[in-house]
């Protein structure tokens, strides 16, 4: 197996572990930064350079970005997180396992021809970037409108402030 792909995956492994597994939501998304950079990398090792851009750039770039300022514009001064560890682990473990059983059998029964190269794209990435920033930039502002939007409504419940004269807010 060839040694970049492998360290790629286990980076991937170690960065998705590490998110599962700490205590503080921030790190948690800074590993999942981790993951996609390094799905990013897997996808650039496998020949699919556009996907590899999509994902730094959409993930990476903007998605990863979202989260981290959500979780720092919502967060209550005073009030203390509960760690992630306290869920379950049960669940978890029963559908991870599942999942790996399901992945392992599909890997297991696929056929692929022997020695065969993969087949090259119909249409090269340089053809895909410019139908993308060309005949595709509605749908590019679109998206960019949905994070922004999302981010507003990050800061507008992170800024929600108490009524005034120690009245109690209704319940909601």
Not at 19 to 36: G, I, K, N
Not at 41 to 56: D, P, T
Not at 86 to 110: D, N, S
Not at 149 to 167: C, H, M, N, T
């Amino acid at each position: 197996m060839d040694p970049a792909f492998t360290l790629l995956t286990l980076g991937l492994l170690a960065a998705a572990t590490a998110a599962m597994s700490l205590r503080h939501l921030v790190a948690c998304a800074l590993c999942l930064v981790a993951v996609f950079l390094a799905g990013a990398g897997l996808f650039l090792h496998l020949g699919a350079e556009f996907l590899a851009f999509a994902q730094v750039l959409v993930y990476v770039g903007a998605i990863s970005i979202l989260i981290v300022f959500a979780l720092l514009l919502t967060r209550t001064r005073g009030a203390e997180s509960a760690p992630l560890c306290a869920r379950p682990r049960g669940w978890g473990l029963a559908v991870a396992g599942g999942v790996t059983g399901l992945l392992l059998a599909a890997v297991g029964t696929a056929r692929l021809p022997a020695g065969a190269a993969p087949p090259r794209p119909a249409v090269p990435v340089r053809e895909l970037g410019l139908e993308l920033m060309s005949r595709q930039v509605p749908a590019l502002l679109v998206v960019g409108l949905l994070l922004t939007a999302a981010l507003i409504g990050a800061v507008v419940l992170a800024l929600r402030e108490p009524p005034a004269g120690g009245e109690k807010e209704p319940p909601a």
